[in-house]
Nanobody, 122 residues
Framework: QVQLVESGGGLVQAGGSLRLSCAASGRTASGYHIGWFRQPPGKEREFVATINWSGGSTYYADSVKGRFTISRDNAKNTAYLQMNSLKPEDTAVYYC???????????????WGQGTQVTVTS
């Protein structure tokens, strides 16, 4: 069993930056791949980025490529999502998830955090 807690969300102006954190706990937390997803208001949940267990492989949605960076620190059992050049369309609840595959499909992730709100104003 893995527990995930996101933090770092907030209100930011367009062009600004935020760093989200995803703290994992549980016996095998560092062995899981981590994904970030988001759910904009009134829309379906969508994939943002994923990183494998070692941090050596990452994959991004086209909409965030070049602006967002996913990373992890296994010594701290924490994953991060650095978000730069934020746009109003990045406004969403952001979730981290843990699973056994680096994939953009939410169904491949077994554990989910409660989400953190990111609001980008124009």
């Amino acid at each position: 069993q893995v527990q995930l807690v996101e933090s770092g969300g907030g209100l930011v102006q367009a062009g600004g930056s935020l760093r989200l954190s995803c703290a994992a706990s549980g016996r095998t937390a560092s062995g899981y791949h981590i994904g970030w997803f988001r759910q904009p208001p009134g829309k379906e949940r969508e994939f943002v980025a994923t990183i494998n267990w070692s941090g050596g492989s990452t994959y991004y949605a086209d909409s965030v490529k070049g602006r967002f960076t996913i990373s992890r620190d296994n010594a701290k059992n924490t994953a991060y999502l650095q978000m730069n050049s934020l746009k109003p369309e990045d406004t969403a609840v952001y979730y981290c998830a843990a699973g056994w595959a680096t994939t953009g499909s939410a169904s491949n992730y077994d554990y989910w955090g409660q989400g953190t709100q990111v609001t980008v104003t124009s």
